[in-house]
């Protein structure tokens, strides 16, 4: 915009430079996302899961979507396209942030909010194990042991919607979240979309804790905290698998970073509290204990102090948990659930392929090919806890938190069966201890988007009286329908759109930010 032209020999008026805004339009993905979430949530109605016992199944909208084709098909490309506009969304807002200041964090708690008000409305996506919430808390209400008993010993268990996997299998979480459990059941006397949204509400909090403390802990490594706040909150795969798919992840995780903030920051007992809850939420987290230890024993411990420190914090983690098994008298059942996942495998987890392809080829033979398998997936095992050993007794001080991210990450990447909220647990600790703008970022972007085409064609509820002949062909078809479109979507995000492929393409740009390694 020009300003009035001089009359002659009258001098110019200096031009003023208005500062640079930090972000850079906002709107346009802020927009975009909350369409693309809305979308989510309306093809929710005809492909997300439902208990058998719901009655939203009686609604005529939901018996349209559900039961007659074109409300399926139609179901299938909201949720398509609505993920992937959701990836597309949260990469343009980074792209948009000039400044990573004040005005990118409201930004990213725009989104957070723009994009996951519509996700609490949702049908459960990506996965029913909210459904399995459900029946463990009924076993709660009804005086059963869950670490005894699985959902089967329940009347009409199969109309709560659970998957099959869980009516017999030991519960792998802890006390707390199994308190949870029979407090929602209890409170909405098992109203299975009651039940939903309270357990997204729980869920709600430990996305607060995430939101509160991301920022907080990258500050202490020197990382920038609010980009570490974009990668993390406002991801995808984060309000997806927290939100919609009502995992209890998110308080798992939610409290364990907020351990390790105020372990971090010498409050060390107020810390082993919080990672303890976590545990008693998800035990997974259980693998931080040892770097808390090394935290509390300080900078150039010797040995004896160091493994009085780890005494210390194992016996008040323990003492904490060992007091709340007390309460119901289930003991640490739990870790008789904690075998589940690894009896497991799928075909994109490195340590799972590997078996995959030694039964293959053992089978041909005739040799037991799936014994082999085993033997793969016991190393994957042994070679992660090598490096959890490893990242606990080696290395500086200075790089702890990122030891410890490192050393869950193997237990992870390591392990036969990688679910994408497993995923999820590790995005906030390496964005607190830096991800840089170059090869790291983009392998973020990658993940993000495989895992988004994935869970989008992975899971869906479609009846089985639209199958014909073949008795998988409608449901082989709903998934293959789903997993073209949302590829389809992400091969134009990384090769033909003009905004996000440079986003994976190779870049000689010089690194921006460095994380504390």
Known sequence: MTGPVPAAGEKAAPILKLPEAEVDNARSPLIAGFIGSVLMMVGSLGVGWLAPVSELRRMPLFIWMRTEAIGVALSIILLAVGGMLLVRAWLRLGQRVRIWGLAARKATLQAVVLWGLPMMFTVPLFSRDVYAYIGQGRLMVEGFNPYENGISALSNYFQLGADKMWTEAPVPYGQLFLWIEQFVVWSTNVHPEASVMLFRLAALVGIVLCINYVPKLADLHGVNPHRALWLTAANPLFLTNFIASVHNDALMIGLALAGLYYCATRRVVLGIVLVTLSISVKPITIVFLPFIGLLWAGKDASWPRKFLYWALTAGLSVGILFAMSRVNGFGFGWINGLSAPGSIWIWYAPIGLMGLVVASIANAFSLDGWGLAKWVYDAGKLLAVGIVAWQIFKGDHDRLMRRLTLAFAAIVLLAPMIQSWYVVWL???????????????????????????????????????????????????????????????????????????????????????????
């Open 427 to 517: 995005i906030p600790l390496f964005a607190v201890t830096g991800i840089r703008d170059d090869w790291q970022v983009k392998a973020l972007y990658f993940i993000v988007s495989f895992f988004m085409v994935y869970a989008i064609s992975d899971q869906l509820e479609v009846f089985p009286y639209l199958q014909t002949e073949d008795l998988g062909l409608a449901l082989a078809l709903a998934r293959n329908a789903a997993a073209v479109i949302a590829l389809m979507f992400a091969l134009y995000l990384i090769f033909l759109d003009p905004r996000t492929k440079q986003l994976f393409s190779k870049s000689d740009q010089p690194v921006t930010s460095r994380p504390v390694i």
